[in-house]
């Protein structure tokens, strides 16, 4: 079974229509999604309608919240990023994920299809196009 890490990007996009492929995500078998306490509240921060609110509460219910990782824990040797996004890989990391999946090109794009200690990051679109419904 694949445990799949979804950032604040895609949690935000899923829920803004349910027009959407990455809704597709919760319809796969054999993957566990889940998230963070931290990408919830970016999420919640940045969603901008009630309807989106209601959209991304009904999503959640089927996401597995995990519990962060410790406050010492420090990003892998080599690994960069802004402070924001170190709390997504390594929550992802401590949560022993095989994927994290985020639409940031911008911070992570260095890292699409890497394996870092275990988590493949990869963009929405490149996960699904290898799972069937």
Do not use: C
């Not at 950032?7 to 229509?17: E, I, K, R, T, W």
């Amino acid at each position: 079974m694949d445990r799949v890490f979804l950032d604040a990007n895609v949690l935000f996009s899923a829920s803004y229509d349910d027009d959407n492929r990455l809704l597709e995500l919760w319809n796969l078998a054999e993957v566990e999604l889940m998230t963070s306490a931290f990408a919830v509240g970016e999420t919640v921060r940045n969603a901008t309608t009630e309807l989106q609110r209601e959209r991304l509460n009904r999503l959640l219910a089927s996401v597995k919240i995990v519990p962060e990782p410790p406050l010492d824990r420090g990003l892998p040797v080599g690994i960069t990023l802004p402070a924001k996004d170190v709390p997504i890989l390594l929550s992802a990391i401590h949560a022993r994920a095989t994927h994290l999946l985020t639409g940031d090109k911008r911070h992570f794009g260095l890292l699409f299809t890497q394996v870092i200690e275990g988590v493949l990051i990869q963009r929405p679109s490149s996960f699904l196009a290898t799972r069937e419904l």
